[in-house]
């Protein structure tokens, strides 16, 4: 037996005994209720993090318990493997995506094993797996084939130097993130799935995601984003072009008699059309469709406009005419592509008509004072009462939501205007223009047109010959590749050479995880039987959408035949963890002669201070007058000072003989800020236990959690004292008279680490595992009571520490493994308190409170609370008009 706790031998040992006994192999079996657990899957970056520790953690504490119940637990692991990253490093070092993507899953691989996480390796894919984007590529034609699936032109943002489309989060002030170039606005033929019309379902379906955040609930009802306006056309005053009238969509009717202009988008017909009459306008288009395409972007942007010189009637006064105006911040993907400017009352359109010298004028002003419209609009919440100065409500008080419908009723009297519900919610473009990723199925053929790959010639695979040292997609100038015989009559034709959206590849892979080595994309037997997820864990950056994707993508699995109707909303439960910060460190320097200079630049020197970021390993961290300080570990071991002896560290501080470190609060861990700390460095140091219990116990798991090195001592110090209380159970007798109160708080343990588990507060289930090691270390009961104690003490910490929990038990004589040990239960008994606390109300209201057996009959409770000095006080000697003893609750006592 070992004389100390030693987490590089205990955890490899356990590892290979759970391997050997096949603990984490999934079984199907019917007769045995089913419960899946899922984390996001991980990108391939090459290293995992401590984020990554945290998050799998979280997953295998409910798997290993949820498996201790009695339940079929499906754990498994993936890899979220096409994207952007491989294909830039190909261009950047050379070589291949897919070897830079396979050879970092092996690394990752190797670095999550050692954290003893209960997954079922044999059911890992990547989704660059040919297996798994062929599979994807079959629902793809089935999704055509049901019409779920469609190309249109749409304006997308285009690099012209790297010749791709950018997501919008890869244009960067205007720039492709990569190449630095002016991003473009331009029009491609894209491939679309329909999923706005799922919108209301989607939407709807949200109230009944009750184990879901409500913040989550929240961002994907915004998201999807239904309103109910008005459209309407706006008559041309003289028809151009083949226009006779322009349709506009609104959501606040009621201020038409605030329109100022009507805006086009440059992508309108009308725009273009005039684009192609005027230089003049196909110059401003051109600037105008500079930038990215986002909301955020159009919005952010310099406003520019330009008078197209015609103009529109109003539809409430056709003597009143109102400019067109095209402008760089109205887009076609949102209503018509059309708006009318209210600048009274919308922030936009008051900086464009200030900009341009357009009319300000008020539709509404606030319930009491006055608002000078032309300095600042007026826009207040919907739901809030204004004082209607134009319009449909004449002087009348109303609130703005009571207005539209009045403004709606109205235009469908008169006949300008239809009341229309509309989504924010638009189709999904999964068109990418490059190389790493899913071949989208499909060829084109000039008899045919487009036609799709027949599935017995799936997959469509990538071909491995490709280079990265011209911009642009691969695919479109690779030799053969491109060059097939049509799938329906033969003839030469061309495969399309845009790849899918990564977020296709993730918005199934739940689904594929239920059977990953069928021959279709799902085995519906598997799917009836583990779908849903019942917990789904991830990061709250994906809550709008890969979650919205992966919900409309299980709604036309089902469609298709791939899922059963039960699993339309493929994640029951929801959790989004926090993140682990740190603390930033930084040292200042300047430069001398062309050299660094640690240290801030002298006094009155026109030298520049400067700052570079620092290691966590390479600075000495300790507390001193209640502030965190650090030093430079080179300096500290240069003077040859004990690292663990505070004093000296002090001393050394004041001496001003060091390099003064900056302390920065904790942040997310960053890369950049160097503010990171090494999972594999944590595990040889401390043991994975230690890592894994640390992340569960300082903080709730919702919120964010700072990584210290004090608090990982402090853990590893912990976990070796269980250990260490276990090694030491067969060295005193003890006494059977203290057994009942070992058990009883052993028991009480059971039911808060139940409790703490089952609600997602790991933290309070680790509090209680704390409180119970120290009454256990406290305790003087016989062995065989401290023994069992301590068995159940390996079992309740077995979900967070299972390595350690494996070594107490077997220590303890354990049968088998604790993973494979049912959960222990409570003995509601052995919960049962002796005494119960009776709050005593004096007409009304608490006044005190005793404590009384809890069997005490009725009668005797009245003598201890008429004998109360809160009570005698408040009767001064007379008796009570009732006492009324409600058992194990309440007394009442009426003067």
């Known amino acids: 037996m070992m004389s100390r706790y030693d987490p590089a031998v205990i955890e490899p040992k356990w590892q290979k005994a759970w391997d050997k006994a096949g603990c984490f192999t999934v079984r199907h079996d019917p007769n045995r209720p089913k419960y899946y657990v899922l984390e ?4 391939p970056s090459g290293r995992i993090h401590i984020g990554h520790v945290r998050n799998y953690t979280m997953g295998d504490v409910v798997a290993r318990y949820k498996s201790s119940c009695g339940f079929s637990v499906l754990h498994p692991m993936g890899w979220d493997a096409f994207g952007m990253p491989a294909e830039n490093a190909a261009m950047e070092r050379g070589g291949h995506p897919k070897d830079w993507t396979y050879g970092n899953i092996a690394v990752m691989r190797d670095q999550m094993k050692p954290l003893g996480l209960s997954i079922d390796w044999s059911r890992e894919f990547a989704t660059c797996d040919p297996d798994y984007y062929g599979q994807q590529q079959s629902m793809f034609i089935d999704f055509m084939e049901k019409g779920l699936v469609y190309r249109k032109n749409a ?7 790297d010749m791709t489309v950018l997501a919008n989060e890869q244009v960067i002030d205007g720039k492709g993130w990569r190449s630095g170039a002016e991003v473009e606005r331009r029009e491609l033929t894209q491939w679309f799935f329909k999923i706005s019309d799922f919108a209301e379902d989607l939407l709807e379906a949200i109230d009944g995601l009750d184990k879901w955040p409500e913040k989550v609930r929240t961002m994907q009802r915004n998201w999807i984003g239904k309103s109910r306006g008005l459209q309407m056309g706006w008559d041309l005053t003289a028809p151009h072009g083949g226009f006779d009238r322009i349709e506009v969509y609104t959501t606040r009717p009621d201020t038409l008699m605030g329109a100022s202009f009507l805006g086009i988008s440059p ?19 051109a600037e105008a469709r500079k930038g990215g395409t986002t909301e955020e972007a159009v919005e952010t942007a310099e406003k520019l406009g330009f008078d197209t010189g015609l103009t529109v009637k109003h539809p409430l006064d056709p003597t009143w005419e109102i400019p067109v105006w095209i402008a760089n911040f109205i887009l076609m993907d949102y209503g018509t592509g059309a708006i009318f400017g209210c600048p009274g009352h919308d922030q936009r359109d008051h900086d464009f008509c200030r900009k341009y010298g357009l009319p300000i004028v008020d539709t509404f002003l606030p319930m009491e004072g006055d608002w000078d419209i032309g300095a600042e609009p007026f826009v207040p919440l919907k739901s809030e009462g204004v004082r209607y100065t134009r319009g449909f409500a004449g002087d009348e008080v109303q609130t703005g939501d009571a207005a539209v419908d009045a403004a709606i009723a109205h235009a469908e009297a008169a006949g300008y205007g239809t009341g229309v519900t509309k989504f924010r919610l638009r189709d999904w473009g999964l068109s990418r223009q490059r190389y790493w990723g899913c071949p989208i199925p499909v060829v084109h053929c000039e008899a045919c047109g487009v036609v799709p790959e027949k599935k017995e010639n799936l997959p469509v695979e990538l071909p491995d010959d490709v280079s990265f040292d011209k911009p642009g997609n691969p695919l479109d100038r690779h030799p053969t590749w491109r060059e097939v015989a049509c799938p329906a009559c033969g003839k030469p034709a061309k495969r399309e050479t845009d790849t899918m959206d990564t977020f296709v590849d993730s918005s199934w892979y739940y689904a594929r995880f239920t059977a990953p080595h069928a021959k279709t994309p799902t085995d519906m037997d598997e799917a009836k039987y583990w779908m849903n997820v019942d917990q789904y864990i991830g990061g709250i950056e994906h809550a709008i959408l890969h979650l919205l994707y992966s919900r409309f993508f299980a709604r036309a699995m089902h469609i298709c035949g791939h899922l059963p109707a039960g699993a339309i909303e493929p994640f029951d ?10 603390e930033i460190y930084e040292v200042p320097y300047h430069i001398v002669d062309g050299r660094e200079v640690l240290g801030h630049s002298p006094i009155n020197s026109d030298i520049p201070t400067r700052y570079r970021y620092l290691y966590p390993e390479e600075v000495v961290v300790f507390t001193y007058d209640g502030a965190r300080h650090a030093l430079l570990r080179s300096e500290v ?9 505070p004093d000296a560290l002090i001393n050394f501080k004041t001496s001003q003989k060091h390099t003064r470190v900056e302390v920065r609060p904790p942040t997310k861990m960053s890369k950049s800020k160097k503010n990171v700390v090494d999972p594999m460095d944590i595990i040889a ?11 569960m116990s300082d903080s709730p798991p919702e919120r964010d959690v700072e990584w210290t090195a004090a608090g990982a001592d402090a853990t590893q110090k912990h976990l070796a004292r269980v250990w260490r209380l276990a090694s030491e159970i067969g060295e005193k007798p003890g006494a059977a008279a203290e057994d009942e109160a070992l058990l009883k708080a052993m028991h009480r343990a059971i039911a808060d680490v139940t409790q703490g588990i089952e609600g997602f507060a790991f933290n309070k289930a680790v509090a209680k595992l704390y409180e119970f090691t120290n009454t256990f270390a406290k305790s003087n009961a016989s062995q065989d009571a401290r023994r069992q104690a301590m068995r159940t003490l390996a079992q309740l910490m077995s979900p967070m520490v299972p390595h350690l929990a494996e070594d107490i038990w077997a220590m303890t004589g354990g049968e088998g493994l604790v993973a494979k040990a049912p959960w222990p239960r409570a003995d509601e008994a052995m919960l049962a308190e002796d005494n119960v606390t009776l709050p005593i109300q004096i007409n009304g ?6 404590s009384v057996p809890k069997d005490m009959p009725p009668a005797e409770v009245e003598k201890i609370v008429l004998a109360d000095e809160a009570v005698v006080k408040a009767l001064a000697g007379a008796a009570p008009k009732k006492l009324i003893v409600v058992p194990g609750r309440i007394v009442n006592v009426v003067i």
Request: aromatic residues 12%.
């Open 267 to 285: 992508d309108h017909p009308l725009a273009r059309a005039l684009e192609a009459e005027r230089p003049e306008v196909a110059a401003f288009c």
């Open 685 to 695: 140091r401390y043991g994975a236990d230690t890592a894994r219990w640390f992340v």
């Open 573 to 582: 439960a929801l959790f989004t963890q926090g993140m682990v910060t740190h």
């Open 637 to 645: 071991d240069a003077a040859g000072i004990d690292k663990l002896n």
């Open 845 to 850: 209201k608490r006044r005190a409170e005793i």
């Open 155 to 161: 304006v997308v943002n285009w690099d012209p130097v």
């Open 40 to 43: 996001m899957f991980p990108y």
